[in-house]
């Protein structure tokens, strides 16, 4: 796992957007372990757990050199853990199997993008029988020359930003498909795109051009994400129209 640029991406043995939550949630567990007890002579079983650690964790801070953590499982205490960090041995105690024993699967980031609220420019969107553009000038939003509303604009942005799958699925699984709906989000990155499809009644699966899986979706989503473009909508009927020449 690497950061680049902000984000965190991982590397192997699959290359993807890495699960931010976990990252952070594993690095707070290594920045809270602390020393129980120093093992100034280390004895032969501890040396020889240490030469087949269980966890093998190289940490580089950006200019610097990598430091390695070494953690070795104690079958007489569970809860603590033989420790080498910078030569040092120590027991330990940590929540780190937790964070480390988890699937491939569950290290790569589930939403079809990295956008923040914040990050986005304009909003180009058309999920059924809805379609909208937005775009963000001198900090307020508009639908052509009407103004929206920040929190309406805020609630789909969530909705956008926030969207995120419940697993991955090969699309070769599939025997029948509909397009239902497509989102283009512009940041000063570039454009990310994503299309929403239908494999079924409230079946609904999203994809985009960087990934060849696509994300499962929680099958009232679309509808959530109608009723927001709705109300962007209702807000941009009610927003007065500046006359020309005022």
Same mark, same amino acid.
């Given at each position: 796992i690497r950061r680049d640029s902000g984000r965190f991406a991982l590397e192997s043995p699959i290359q993807d957007v890495a699960n931010p939550d976990k990252v952070e949630a594993l690095l707070g567990e290594i920045e809270a372990l602390s020393v129980s007890e120093f093992v100034d002579e280390p004895d032969e079983a501890q040396h020889g757990a240490l030469r087949t650690p269980a966890y093998r964790i190289a940490l580089r801070p950006a200019g610097g050199e990598s430091i390695e953590l070494e953690l070795a499982r104690r079958a007489e205490e569970p809860a603590l853990w033989l420790?080498?960090?910078? !030569?040092?041995v120590f027991v330990a105690e940590s929540e780190?199997?937790?964070r480390l024993d988890m699937p491939v699967d569950d290290w790569?980031?589930?939403?079809?993008t990295q956008a923040r609220t914040f990050e986005v420019e304009s909003i180009r969107a058309a999920i059924g029988d809805r379609a909208l553009e937005l775009a963000r000038r001198e900090g307020s939003w508009f639908s052509g020359d009407a103004t929206i509303p920040y929190t309406t604009v805020t609630d789909l942005l969530d909705l956008l930003t926030g969207l995120? !799958?419940?697993a991955f699925e090969d699309r070769a699984s599939w025997s029948r498909v509909e397009e239902v709906g497509r989102v283009d989000l512009d940041t000063s990155g570039g454009t990310e795109s994503l299309t929403l499809l239908s494999l079924g009644e409230s079946v609904y699966r999203a994809v985009s051009p960087v990934r060849d899986e696509a994300l499962v979706l929680d099958k009232d989503l679309v509808s959530d994400l109608i009723a927001a473009l709705e109300e962007v909508e209702q807000a941009a009927a009610a927003s007065p129209v500046p006359i020309e020449g005022e």
């Open positions: 420790a080498r960090l910078a !030569g040092r780190m199997a937790a790569r980031s589930r939403r079809w995120e !799958g419940e």
